[in-house]
């Protein structure tokens, strides 16, 4: 049984709608990017984890989770000093 990252996908969304309608909106649109490439990940179903091929998932998931948490560290750094 696959087990969908639904609280991620839907706090960038609600993220995204947030700083869109106040205004930040060369954040808002980082962010848009973010919350495009999660959807493209969840509608195809790769953002799903199947536990009992948690290690032979475990390659590809890495490179996702790298990705995200890169954007939201770099999405810190700009928020905190900006």
Sequence with gaps: MCRPQIPEVAGQLVLTGTLLLCGKWVVGLLHVGMSVYLLRLWLSKRIFLEPTDAFKQLPK???IRF????????????????
């Design 67 to 82: 990705v995200a948490v890169g954007f939201y560290l770099a999405s810190f750094v700009f928020f905190v000093y900006m």
């Design 61 to 63: 998931q890495k490179s």
